[in-house]
C-alpha cells in the first residue's frame, strides 16, 4: 500500500522557523498523510529534532533531495545526517547542467555509481529525481533510459507531471522502471503554450488513476505530493491528497 505525504520543497516559501514544520507536519497528519520528503528548507534544523517532529505526527522521512556537490563532497556528513532523520535514500533533486552532455554524461555516470557503492556500505540508497529533460535524447538515446542502464542499482523518484510534460505517459514510463519506484512525486498540471502549468493532483490533465495502479505495481512504497510553483502549498497539499484518497474509496 502506497503511503502518501508531502514533499517539503512545495512548502519552501512558508517554512521560515521550526514552528511553521510543525504546522505543515501537523497538517500532513490531518489530511492522513504518512510521509514528508525533506528539500529547499531555507532555515537550519537539528535532524533529530526533526525526526521527532515528524514521530510525534505519525509521520516518516525516507527520503531528501540533497545537493550534488554535498553528496559527492561531504558524503560522511550527509550519511550522518540521513541516519539521524531515519531516511534511507539520498535523493539528487536534478543533474547539474554541466554534465549534459554526451562526455558529460558519462561522467556524472561514473560519479553516480561510485557514491551509490558508499551509500550502499551504510545501508543506504541513491534516487534520482527526474524532470523533463532526462526524456530527450543525447548520442541517440534517452537519458533517463542511459541512467537506468548505466547505474542499474539506483532508484528513481519519478516525477510524473515532467514525464508528462516531455510528451510521454508516465504510467507507461514507470513501468519501465519497475522494482526502482519506492519513491515518487504525485504532480499533475497541464501544457500551455509550451510552459508548465502545475496544479492540484486531479485538477490537471493525468490519470491518477492510471498511475496509481502503475505505482502500486512497480512496488512504490511512498508517493509525495509536490507542486512546484504553489501559492498557497497548505491549500494545493490538502487538495491533492483528499482526491487520492478518493481514489482508493472508488
Known amino acids: 500500500m502506497i503511503v502518501y505525504g508531502a514533499q517539503l520543497f512545495t512548502f519552501r516559501n512558508a517554512i521560515k522557523s521550526f514552528d511553521d514544520l510543525k504546522r ?9 498523510g504518512g510521509s514528508v520528503q ?7 534544523v537539528d535532524f533529530k529534532a526533526l525526526r521527532a517532529l515528524a514521530a510525534d505526527n505519525g509521520l516518516v522521512i ?4 540533497t545537493p550534488w556537490k554535498r553528496i559527492t563532497e561531504d558524503t560522511d556528513n550527509v550519511i550522518r545526517e540521513h541516519k539521524e532523520l531515519g531516511a534511507d535514500t ?7 547542467a554541466a554534465f ?3 562526455e558529460g554524461l558519462k561522467t556524472f555516470i561514473d560519479s553516480v555509481n561510485a557514491v551509490r557503492k558508499e551509500l550502499s556500505a551504510e545501508g543506504m540508497e541513491f534516487a534520482y529525481h527526474n524532470h523533463a529533460f532526462e526524456f530527450k535524447e543525447i548520442g541517440g538515446e534517452r ?6 542502464r548505466e547505474c542499474p542499482e ?17 504510467a507507461e514510463e514507470m513501468k519501465k522502471l519497475g522494482g526502482r519506484l519506492k519513491n515518487i512525486h504525485f504532480k499533475d498540471g497541464y501544457r500551455m503554450l509550451g510552459l508548465p502549468l502545475i496544479t492540484a493532483v486531479g485538477s490537471g490533465k493525468l490519470d491518477f488513476k492510471k498511475i496509481t495502479a502503475s505505482a502500486e505495481e512497480a512496488g512504490t512504497r511512498y508517493a509525495y505530493i509536490e507542486h512546484d510553483f504553489a501559492r498557497d502549498p497548505y491549500a494545493v497539499t490538502r487538495k491533492s ?3 487520492l484518497f478518493g481514489l482508493e474509496k472508488d
Request: aromatic share 16%.
Open 143 to 148: 537519458i533517463i533510459d542511459v541512467l537506468a
Open 62 to 65: 525516507p527520503l531528501t533531495h
Open 90 to 96: 539520498v535523493g539528487l533533486g536534478m543533474m547539474p
Open 154 to 170: 539506483i532508484s528513481f523518484i519519478f516525477d510524473t507531471y515532467w514525464c508528462y510534460f516531455a510528451g510521454y505517459d508516465p
Open 100 to 102: 549534459r552532455s554526451k
Open 241 to 243: 491528497l483528499r482526491f
Open 38 to 44: 525533506l528539500s529547499g528548507l531555507k532555515i537550519k
Open 24 to 32: 505543515v507536519f501537523g497538517s500532513v497528519r490531518e489530511e492522513g
